[in-house]
């Protein structure tokens, strides 16, 4: 099956710096790809949608400076926290829709991002 | 109101019951329903998928949609410890429109 892999799974860094997280769809071209944010014990909320070579369309409330996305080439879209600080904590999850697979959306295994 | 409710849980039950996960949905427009599970700290994986009313049965899974009553469930039969997880609803109205919209998750443990 189409696998869709998420680096670094586990990320640990001070506040004020930046982390950069990478979405990378493996056997597939992936035309869109989405960057979602869950706190624990709560569900997906999507920060931002890609397309790739245009620019990421942000949900209401998600700040496009701070959370910078790039969807460079069909299968790769990084997603890049600046400045983070420790509200920004949390577990980043990326998912990539298949091109000719219109139903299926497959997701990355997920960032746990934890700033100091 | 939310779009989508589910109840978060957490349900436990003994292994080898039936489980029935559920969701509501406000939105008539919606038209595709999926499940997905998630493992604790993964990302969430497509369990089943329906298009409008009626069932859809994968092995030990069934998914149930009634349009009607804006209704949709999961059934887990011969439960197993590994079916230990977030369940999570999801439905779209087409896929031109591109965004999910999700269920808060049920937390489920199979107790052996």
């Known amino acids: 099956g189409a696998v869709v892999s998420q680096h670094p799974s586990w990320v640990i860094c001070k506040s004020g710096t930046s982390v950069k997280i990478e979405c990378r769809s493996l056997?597939?071209?992936?035309?869109?790809m989405f960057w979602y944010r869950q706190f624990p014990k709560q569900s997906l909320m999507l920060m931002a949608t890609?397309?790739?070579?245009?620019?990421?369309?942000?949900e209401q409330g998600v700040e496009k400076d701070k959370f910078l996305i790039n969807h460079a080439s069909l299968t790769l879209s990084t997603l890049t926290v600046t400045s983070a600080h420790p509200e920004d904590s949390s577990f980043y999850i990326c998912?990539?829709?298949?091109?000719?697979?219109?139903?299926?959306?497959?997701f990355g295994s997920g960032t746990q991002l934890s700033v100091l | 109101q939310k779009e989508v409710e589910q109840d978060p849980g957490p349900l436990s039950v003994p292994e080898g019951a039936i489980v029935s996960l559920n969701c509501t949905y406000s939105?008539?427009?919606?038209?595709?329903f999926m499940w997905y599970r998630q493992y604790s700290r993964k990302g969430p994986e497509l369990l089943m998928y329906?298009?409008?009313?009626g069932n859809k049965e994968d092995g030990r899974f069934t998914a149930q949609v009634d349009k009607s009553s804006k209704y949709i469930s999961l059934f887990i039969r011969d439960s197993q410890p590994s079916d230990s997880a977030t369940y999570l609803c999801?439905?779209?109205?087409?896929?031109?429109?591109?965004?999910?919209?999700f269920g808060t998750g049920t937390r489920l443990t199979i107790i052996p």
């Open positions: 998912s990539a829709r298949a091109r000719g697979l219109n139903e299926k959306l497959f």
């Open positions: 056997d597939f071209q992936a035309t869109t």
């Open positions: 890609s397309n790739e070579g245009s620019k990421a369309t942000y």
């Open positions: 939105n008539s427009a919606f038209q595709y």
């Open positions: 329906t298009y409008s009313s």
């Open positions: 999801a439905t779209i109205s087409n896929f031109g429109n591109e965004k999910l919209t």
